[in-house]
Structure formats: C-alpha cells, structure tokens
C-alpha cells in the first residue's frame, strides 16, 4: 500500500516519524511530511521524511492521484477540509485516516471498506499504542462487508448502487443469495446463502448479463451484485501494423457478442512472433494486463477443437492462432468461451480458465 503521513505541528512530526518507520518495518510504501519549521535534524536523517512545501490542499490533491492512503495527523477539521474538493465515491477515493498528535486514536475517515482505511487504522493503532475508531456499520454489527470481501478475493464491483441496496440489506438481517461459476478458495461470507435466491444478491462471473433462468429474472428486478473475477484470457491473431484501437474495437465486438465482461480479462494472449507487435502491446498496456505469447509449437499443442486456416497454418507454422493462444493463456483446464471473430485484419476468441461451471447448472 502506497500511503503517505501529514503532520502540522512539532509533536504531530514526532508521531509522523513513528509512523513512518513503523509501517515502513511492515513492508509498506510510507513517506511522511512534516512543516519546515518542525524538520528537525533527527528527521532529516530518517528515511521517507521530508519537509512539507505546498499548502495541505495542494498536498492532499496530488495525494488523491498517487496514494492509496493518507493519514493526517492533526484535528479532523483540516482532514475533511482538505479533501473535500477531491472526492469522487469510495470505489476510487484513497483511504482517509485521522490521528491526534499524541497519537490516541486512529480515526478510519473515508473510504473504509474498498479503500482500506478501516485495515489502515489498525495498522496505524498497533504501530503507535493508539485505539482504531471503526464506524460503518457492518463492521459495528459484526456483519460481513460485501466490498471488503471482495477486494480480499480480487473481485470487482459491478456497479456502487447495487452494492449499496446490498449492503442495507444484510443490515436489516435480509437473506442475501450467493452464486458463483467459479469454486471458491474458501466458504462464503457469513450470512449468505449459497445457491438460495434472497432479496439481494451476489454472482460471481465474467457474464455481462444473466442468459436464463433465476438469476436473469433476479437481474431485471434489480437484486444482483455481479462481482467480476479477471479470469479470461484474450488471444490475438493480426496483420503486421494494424493499430490498437482496430484491434481494440475487434476485442470489444467480440466479447460483447459473447456475453463477457471486458473487465474480466486477466491477459492477452498471441503468437511468438507478435511479441513486439505494436497494437496488441498496445492494447495490453492501456489495460493494464500481461501479454504472453507461445511458439507455433506450443500452440498446437493446445487441446480442444479450433477452426483451421490452411493459409494461417502456411504462413505462421500453426493452423490457428487466437483460439489456442487464448486456451494455453488461460492455463490448465481452460477452454473457449468466446470462439473466432475476424474482421479489419483482426482475429480475436477468449478462453475462461479451468473450474468454470455456469451458475444456472447449480442452482436448485
């Protein structure tokens, strides 16, 4: 966690330095700020401390877009003062905590849940002997956090109002349902019923929509949380130098007409010869996920059944490129879920990878 300490008087500096090196030993990315005129040589000398030289707001803006969370270390006046003109919501807002200058309390302030202040005060606490202020409300009630649990399992949130309606829901003690089309790593949050319909309720996919059954009519009353897992893997076939907005309007169009979320995509997936192929590196930057290639080789080795091009296995060594691509990127047991669209020199197909059972399959 990158998380960044503000201080504005000289005991608050002295705490600020605790701080930092505290959560510094714990593997964290810390810096701390203290005013100039408290900079004292012993801080000089600590490592990650530096002079405040802007005023808090400048400060907490440039905060908002590099950090992911703050401590300011002073009256929470000035806290929410300052980041009062940066706020957004809290699926994107950084962790806010607030700490007294002799270091009594840590306050969880913003973003509690998603953002992590609610972890980053206790962390805070048990660094300098001060007691965690933990207000929302499913944390006070001993429930569990819909948000939390799901960044703990690297899952996205579909949608904030969704999560909303869910969270007032499991406050008033609601059956709240739990599917999945993918096994879990361990049991489902307490309180929630798994493969039960409740009057709020939480799918585990990489659909854009439900096709069928239950859950499509639970969809259009508005009582599903979809939670994406990034667990496809995209591959690509293309000719030399065509552009990464082709070959990303291609992707788009081709997971869209196979009812698959464009944020569930884990990495993209070609040929060892496109390895520096500009528009799939690209795309594959711009969305932030690995590229892996495979030897012609190692991609006729991939199992199941793909449609074959004479002419692609002439020019490349191997019959097809962006369906096994996709299956050996998504690993062991992986298998198509979105078969072969070309279009503007473009070849696009999406593999899921191993363990992927459709919900509808499972629900009583």
């Not at 953002?115 to 300098?128: D, F, H, P, S």
């Not at 019959?319 to 020199?345: F, I, S």
């Amino acid at each position: 966690m990158k998380i960044a300490v503000i201080s504005f008087t000289r005991q608050g500096g002295r705490l600020c330095s605790c701080l930092v090196e505290g959560l510094r030993k714990k593997g964290e990315d810390c810096e701390g700020y203290v005013l100039p005129r408290f900079f004292s040589e012993d801080l000089k000398k600590q490592k990650g401390i530096m002079p405040l030289e802007e005023s808090a707001g400048e400060w907490t803006g440039k905060q908002f877009q590099r950090a992911d969370g703050i401590i300011f270390i002073g009256a929470a006046g000035i806290a929410v003062r300052s980041v009062a003109p940066f706020l957004k919501d809290k699926m994107t807002d950084p962790a806010v905590v607030v700490m007294d200058e002799l270091g009594n309390y840590a306050v969880s302030l913003l973003s509690g849940h998603v953002g992590g202040a609610n972890r980053l005060a206790a962390a805070a606490a048990k660094v300098c002997g001060a007691v965690p202020v933990i207000t929302t409300a499913t944390d006070v009630n001993g429930g569990t956090a819909i948000d939390v649990w799901a960044t703990s399992h690297n899952l996205l949130i579909e949608d904030k109002e969704s999560a909303k309606r869910l969270a007032a829901a499991a406050l008033e003690k609601e059956t709240i349902g739990f599917f999945s089309d993918f096994p879990l790593s361990g049991p489902v949050p307490e309180g929630y019923a798994r493969n039960r319909p409740g009057s709020m309720n939480v799918w585990i996919t990489v659909k854009r929509e439900a096709e069928e059954g239950v859950l499509k009519s639970l969809e259009e009353e508005g009582r599903v949380l979809r939670l994406i897992p990034r667990r496809l893997t995209v591959g690509i076939g293309c000719r030399k130098g065509v552009g990464g907005e082709r070959i990303r309007r291609m992707v788009q169009k081709t997971l869209r007409e196979a009812n698959l979320e464009e944020r569930a995509v884990a990495r993209i997936a070609s040929i060892s010869r496109k390895r520096n192929e500009e528009g799939i590196c690209w795309l594959a930057e711009r969305w932030k996920v690995p590229f892996v290639t495979f030897s012609a080789e190692e991609l006729e080795e991939a199992e199941g059944t793909v449609a074959e091009s004479a002419f692609v296995r002439q020019v490349v060594g191997t019959g097809n490129v962006c369906e096994r691509a996709a299956v050996l990127g998504a690993g062991k047991d992986g298998r198509l879920a979105a078969e072969k669209k070309t279009g503007d020199g473009v070849a696009v197909a999406a593999a899921v990878d191993g363990g992927y059972i459709p919900v509808s399959q499972m629900i009583c």
